[in-house]
């Protein structure tokens, strides 16, 4: 469907890398939106539960052979399983997703995926460092230009992060997807960066 959000996730995937932007996508600071412009969907690479690093089993919604052809953005969550002959699964995934000009997010070892497989070369981006950027690369980065030393970087609807910078990707992908406006994303973001004690202080 054109308003799902899918999170894509390999075993040992980064659980804390979705919290913000799900969660942004679901609710409010009220409570579970009644009408929410974006849904959450998980794709792995069968039905069977992938196993995030802290233990928690997920069951997908789809996987690699049953997912849309149509949806809103593309959202590779980071981890361990993108050095794994698995991952290689996800590269017409990717290359689909930008052809049609889906909005792509990448996010710690799922930037570097990206970088690998050369799909960084035209877009200004980040990751877990230039160095690893270059070494999961190899020949096929050829954009080290582009980098930029930032915790998320949004270039022709391609976001990128590094692995501590879930809160910075969550603000840069619901921005491009409008998902709410900008000011209310801004808050949401000092809210989760600054704290409740920082923003409301104690009389």
Excluded at 42 to 49: C, K, L, Q, R, Y
Excluded at 150 to 163: E, F, L, R, W
Excluded at 183 to 203: A, D, H, S, V, W
Aim: hydrophobic share 40%; proline share 4%.
């Amino acid at each position: 469907m054109k308003n799902e959000v899918l999170f894509l996730l390999l075993d040992n995937y980064a659980d804390h890398e979705t919290a913000y932007l799900s969660e942004a996508i679901a609710s409010d600071e009220f409570a579970l939106k009644e009408n929410p412009k974006y849904v959450n969907r998980i794709v792995a690479p069968t039905s069977e539960p992938v196993l995030s690093i802290g233990g928690f089993r997920t069951l997908p919604d789809y996987s690699f052979d049953t997912m849309p052809d149509d949806y809103a953005a593309l959202v590779l969550i980071g981890g361990f399983g993108w050095s794994t002959p698995m991952a290689e699964q996800v590269v017409p995934i990717v290359k689909k997703a930008l052809e049609k000009g889906k909005i792509v997010g990448a996010i710690c070892n799922a930037a570097s995926f990206m970088a690998k497989h050369g799909f960084l070369n035209t877009v200004k981006h980040t990751g877990n460092g230039l160095e690893q950027l270059k070494l999961w690369g190899g020949d096929n980065y050829t954009n080290a230009d582009g980098y930029i030393h930032a915790q998320a970087v949004s270039d022709k609807h391609i976001v990128t992060a590094n692995g501590s910078a879930a809160l910075e990707f969550a603000k840069e992908l619901l921005l491009l997807l409008e998902n709410d406006t900008p000011e209310r994303i801004e808050m949401y973001y000092q809210f989760n960066k600054q704290g409740f004690c920082t923003l409301f202080p104690k009389n």
